[in-house]
């Protein structure tokens, strides 16, 4: 029987995983982009044609979100020339194999495949207190805009995993707003919300609390809000299929 040559076998085995790699980085950056998006749309639906200005300031974040899906678009496009790369380039070396994994790794930790564990934050959402010349309740109450802001911001600046009240978000989480409850994945929770994210402390409160910025925003909107860095964080890897 003939049999193949090592070097052949290897030279299989890292184009395989390669196209791994990047069909899981491909499908974290679709499943982002799409989801973020229909519920900034769906936001913006529900929203009271009298209230102009928080109109005006979904609007926006609308707005800044499509820019977001073309860095994403953009992203992706460099994902795709990598694969070229690692075809071309790729020396067989165990420093390379082992970029590969942690490449791998990494991803599937965004997906939520895998348990997060880490140093990071814990950002706390909290509705205000009743204030009875408030003619609209939902002046007081935390949605899933103020929700979406904080995640949006954690992704940007790095976090590697996020649960939100102990629920391990994954690339398609879907978080819709139902009057003092907010639902995620179809599981129900009230306020107070505790967003954890796994990453560098400094960099993920440093992304929140720029001047103008989240923080700024959700105190203007009268979100009592908490910023807190986490030394030890565990999550659960997202269970089922998807």
Same mark, same amino acid.
């Given at each position: ?30 499943? +982002?982009? &799409? ?13 009271? #044609? ?12 609308? @707005? ?8 994403? =678009?953009? =992203? ?9 790369? &690692? ?5 067989? #070396?165990?420093?390379? +194999? ?9 991803? %599937? ?7 997060? %564990?880490? #140093? ?9 207190? +009743? ?8 002046? +007081? @109450? ?18 590697? $995993? ?8 994954? $690339? ?22 505790? @967003? ?40 659960? $890897? ?5």
């Amino acid at each position: 029987m003939t049999k193949q040559p090592a070097n052949k076998k290897r030279h299989s085995f890292k184009h395989q995983f390669a196209f791994l790699v990047v069909s899981i980085a491909l499908g974290f950056l679709f499943a +982002y982009a &799409y989801n973020t998006a229909k519920t900034k749309d769906h936001t913006m639906t529900e929203t009271s #044609s009298s209230d102009f200005e928080k109109k005006e300031q979904l609007r926006e974040d609308l @707005i800044a979100q499509q820019e977001r899906n073309k860095e994403l =678009e953009e =992203e992706k496009l460099l994902l795709q020339q990598k694969i070229k790369d &690692y075809e071309q380039d790729f020396s067989g #070396s165990k420093e390379g +194999y082992k970029g590969l994994v942690k490449q791998a790794d990494d991803l %599937r930790l965004l997906l939520g495949k895998i348990p997060g %564990r880490g #140093s990071g934050v814990t950002v706390t959402l909290q509705d205000a207190e +009743y204030d009875p010349k408030s003619v609209n309740p939902n002046d +007081y @109450i935390v949605h899933e805009s103020h929700v979406f802001k904080v995640l949006n911001e954690l992704k940007i600046s790095g976090a590697q $995993a996020i649960a939100i009240n102990g629920h391990r978000l994954k $690339a398609n989480s879907y978080i819709k707003c139902n009057g003092p409850v907010i639902t995620i994945d179809d599981d129900q929770f009230p306020a107070p919300f505790v @967003i954890e994210a796994v990453g560098n402390p400094k960099v993920l409160s440093a992304g929140l609390t720029l001047a103008g910025g989240v923080f700024d925003q959700l105190i203007d909107d009268n979100i009592i809000v908490t910023i807190d860095g986490s030394k030890q964080l565990v999550m659960p $890897a997202v269970q089922g299929n998807s």
